[in-house]
């Protein structure tokens, strides 16, 4: 099991180079970019991670879960990119085309799963975190994370938001909630954690 999980993805050069030093090469390599499209403002952040993927010539397909699909049967993939946005409607989106199911099966499988923001909160046991940022405006009642990590991760942390994460510490029993920089990135291998 091998998860690289981001605040930003590839953006910072650091994350990028320990990404890259996960593999012997990249030129045999195919990866699966998992995104949605609630708004048209979203499109700038596809162009941004076809920009990085670009750079580290790594060849891919774009998978769109808000479009009605079922992924049940989607082909394998060695990477799979999950990007960011809405938290709670990207796993109400996972769960309606199967792609929950993928990507479980997928890192079960040793399949590499690289998230971006709210990419790197459905992993954990839930995404009740993902409140602090977003707005669960679809009334998602199940929050239930992949339960890939026992980590709670969150992203995008300013010491502005220092508050509320201690708040959302304090009133749960179990798992550790990491706090990710945009400049960081934690590496889940096997149950063990690097942060980066």
Not at 48 to 72: A, C, H, M, P, W
Not at 129 to 145: E, F, T
Request: proline share 2%; hydrophobic share 40%; net charge negative.
């Amino acid at each position: 099991m091998k998860l690289l999980l981001t605040s930003t993805g590839l953006e910072n050069k650091k994350v990028r180079d320990f990404f890259i030093s996960q593999f012997d090469t990249l030129s045999d390599k195919k990866a699966c970019l998992i995104f949605t499209i609630r708004e048209e403002s979203d499109w700038q952040w596809l162009e941004q991670y076809d920009k990085e993927l670009g750079e580290i010539g790594l060849r891919y397909d774009k998978i769109n879960i808000s479009e009605e699909n079922n992924f049940v049967n989607l082909k394998e993939y060695d990477i799979y990119y999950v990007c960011g946005g809405n938290t709670f409607y990207i796993l109400d989106r996972m769960r309606k085309t199967g792609m929950d199911k993928v990507l479980i099966n997928a890192v079960k499988r040793e399949k590499f799963y690289l998230g971006v923001s709210a990419g790197s909160i459905i992993p954990g046991p839930d995404i009740e975190v993902a409140g602090i940022g977003d707005i669960n405006d679809i009334n998602l009642n199940d929050l239930a994370g992949l339960n890939l990590v026992k980590y709670i991760v969150s992203p995008h942390y300013t010491p502005i938001e220092e508050k509320m994460i201690e708040e959302f510490k304090a009133k749960r029993k179990e798992g550790s909630v990491i706090k990710l920089t945009d400049d960081q990135a934690i590496f889940v291998e096997d149950g063990n954690m690097v942060l980066i």
